[in-house]
Each structure stands twice: as structure tokens, then as C-alpha cells.
């Protein structure tokens, strides 16, 4: 198991109830300074992982997400992120199912209309087309806020502006 795999299992066991380093670091076969490291790392990445004098806990103020199946026009791509934006949402990646290569991602992280322009304009540089346009412009976004309120106000605007597809 390389640390990546550990990492992702060890953010799978945490719960309410506390896990301490030194258990952790005998499950999986390592030093417990190597799970505080862990720990560490996950915590960059966004997980809302809690210290106690007990052991770790998974926080309460996790990051809630949601994936949205879409399709529009590169000139609607604009709209869509607004409409991700302004609502609270952080576009955090973009993904196609293609039927040859598979599915086929990529990371965004857009999360204010600044961030969203600066991606419109790399696009509209000429270098780089849209992921969409390898599946006749259908593709999914993962979304992420701080509430499942947030994300219902995000898919009633996706759905709003004729973006939303049923997903099968």
C-alpha cells in the first residue's frame, strides 16, 4: 500500500469516535510519526480532520459535494461558472465519459468569478479547447460548498439557465 492508498483509508475510518495515532500506525504497519504526517497531508488537501487528547475525529464543517451532469455552448461556459460561483460553490473539477479513452478529468478549483475569468481567458487563448467538446459537449462538474443548501441553489440555477441533464 504506498501512502496515498494509507492517506485515503485513513480519512475512511475517521468518524466520531477518536483514532489514535498509535493504532493507526499498527493497522497499516508504520511509525506513528508517519500518521501524524498523513494527518498533516490530508488536512492540506481539505479534510477536516480534529485532534484530541483521544485520538483524531472527523470535523463537523466537512465540505459537502455534488456532481452535476451538464451540457451547453463554450459560450455559455462563462454563465455556468458564474452561476456556480455566485451561488457559494467551488467548481473542483471537470470530467467526460468518453467511450474509447474512458473518463477522461481534470482539476479547477474555481471558486470566485476572478478565478473563472482567468480560465476563460487561458481557453480563449487558443491553446487549449474545452473538455466538453470531446463528448458532444456533455460533461460533469464536481462541486463543492459548505452546505447541501448551497449545492441545491447551485443545481435550481444550473437548471435554470437549460444547463442541467438528467443523468441516467
Known amino acids: 500500500m504506498n501512502g496515498e492508498e494509507r492517506r485515503r483509508e485513513i480519512a475512511a475510518r475517521m468518524g466520531a469516535e477518536p483514532v489514535s495515532a498509535t493504532s493507526l500506525a499498527e493497522k497499516f504497519g508504520v511509525s506513528r510519526q508517519v500518521i501524524v504526517q498523513d494527518i498533516a497531508l490530508l ?21 459537502r459535494t455534488r456532481v452535476f451532469k451538464v451540457r451547453h455552448s463554450d459560450a455559455d461556459t462563462q454563465a455556468e461558472l458564474f452561476a456556480v460561483v455566485d451561488e457559494g460553490g467551488c467548481v473542483e473539477n471537470v470530467f467526460v465519459h468518453h467511450k474509447v479513452y474512458g473518463t477522461l478529468s481534470a482539476e479547477m478549483g474555481i471558486d ?3 478565478k473563472a475569468l482567468a480560465f476563460i481567458d487561458k481557453i480563449a487563448s487558443g491553446k487549449s479547447t474545452l473538455l466538453k467538446n470531446v463528448t458532444s459537449g456533455y460533461h460533469y462538474h464536481t462541486v463543492g460548498a459548505e452546505s447541501e443548501e448551497v449545492l441545491d441553489a447551485i443545481e435550481r440555477k444550473l437548471g435554470a439557465l437549460g444547463f442541467l441533464v438528467e443523468r441516467q
Do not use: F, H, L, M
Open 112 to 114: 470566485s468569478r476572478v
Open 43 to 63: 488536512r492540506a488537501e481539505g479534510e477536516k480532520i480534529i485532534s484530541t487528547n483521544r485520538g483524531y475525529i472527523a470535523g463537523t464543517d466537512a465540505k
